[in-house]
């Protein structure tokens, strides 16, 4: 699974990060990021991150977590 970041859409809520903390990060304004790789808007989702990266864009307010499932 892959996952897509549209910062323009974050809202700084702090749902993403406290749902998976090993995955989002936040900008110094609090816009999301992804841990290590913070110019990145699109990352691959390692198998144990992905129910709370699901989780995250579920309940993301501004729908700024995109998922995409491999084909």
């Given at each position: 699974?892959?996952?897509?970041?549209?910062?323009?859409?974050?809202?700084?809520?702090?749902?993403?990060?406290a749902l998976?903390?090993?995955?989002?990060?936040?900008?110094?304004?609090?816009?999301?990021?992804?841990?290590?790789?913070?110019?990145?808007?699109?990352?691959?989702?390692?198998?144990?991150?992905?129910?709370?990266?699901?989780?995250?864009?579920?309940?993301?307010?501004?729908?700024?977590?995109?998922?995409?499932?491999?084909?």
């Open positions: 699974m892959k996952c897509e970041i549209v910062p323009e859409r974050c809202i700084a809520c702090g749902l993403c990060q998976a903390p090993h995955f989002f990060d936040y900008t110094d304004e609090g816009i999301v990021t992804f841990i290590g790789e913070p110019h990145a808007l699109q990352e691959f989702v390692p198998e144990e991150e992905q129910p709370g990266v699901i989780q995250s864009a579920k309940r993301c307010p501004a729908h700024a977590i995109l998922l995409h499932n491999p084909l």
